[in-house]
């Protein structure tokens, strides 16, 4: 306690590293209101979906990915100058390497949503070409009926020609 009151810090439940709203992206479930860092909320709805089961770190209310929105703060002033003020000397070595840690996780979970977006790509691609080769299997599929109808049609004609006598 300062001074008789206590200050509390803002943090994500999921890392429990402090939230910085102008400088980091956050994210709110909309059903219950919690707030997360927007790559932590992205891990655990990734984590809850091999699960099954996706609900609220905090209250566990059912949620699902859909039900995030980001979040945007006004402020005063630029916020560069909220970076630019923080003394990377007066930082504590252990909040720095949190903070680094939180961003290889970020690094991790961005090349693997990357990873996964691209085998995505590639399926669709596959489909496509599968697609197009069916479509062009179906053209000579259908050129061979049609010889198949014309020579019936003449072989028909001939049927006719012998059977009612050509003079």
Same mark, same amino acid.
Request: net charge negative.
């Given at each position: 306690? +300062?001074?008789?009151?206590? +200050?509390? !810090?803002?943090?994500?439940? %999921?890392?429990?590293?402090?939230? #910085? ?14 707030? &997360? ?11 809850? /979906?091999?699960? #099954? #089961?996706?609900?609220?770190? *905090?209250? !566990?209310? /059912? ?19 909220? %970076? ?15 903070? *680094?840690?939180?961003?290889?996780? !970020? *690094? #991790?979970?961005? /090349? ?9 790509? !590639? ?6 070409? /599968? ?9 000579? *599929? %259908? ?11 003449? &072989? ?5 020609? +012998?059977? &009612?006598?050509?003079?």
């Amino acid at each position: 306690m +300062i001074g008789g009151t206590s +200050i509390g !810090k803002t943090i994500c439940s %999921i890392c429990y590293e402090d939230l #910085k709203p102008l400088v980091e992206d956050l994210q709110a479930i909309s059903i219950c209101g919690h707030v &997360f860092h927007e790559l932590c909320l992205q891990q655990w709805f990734e984590y809850c /979906s091999s699960a #099954k #089961k996706c609900s609220c770190p *905090v209250c !566990k209310q /059912s949620c699902s990915a859909s039900n995030v929105n980001r979040l945007y703060f006004q402020s005063v002033g630029d916020s560069n100058d909220l %970076i630019l003020s923080q003394n990377v000397e007066d930082e504590d070595p252990r909040e720095l390497r949190g903070q *680094v840690q939180r961003l290889e996780v !970020k *690094v #991790k979970g961005l /090349s693997s949503l990357l990873e996964r977006q691209g085998k995505e790509l !590639k399926d669709v691609n596959d489909q496509v070409n /599968s697609i197009a080769f069916l479509d062009t299997s179906n053209i000579g *599929v %259908i050129s061979g009926i049609e010889e198949i109808r014309v020579g019936i049609s003449l &072989f028909y004609f001939i049927f006719l020609l +012998i059977l &009612f006598g050509c003079d």
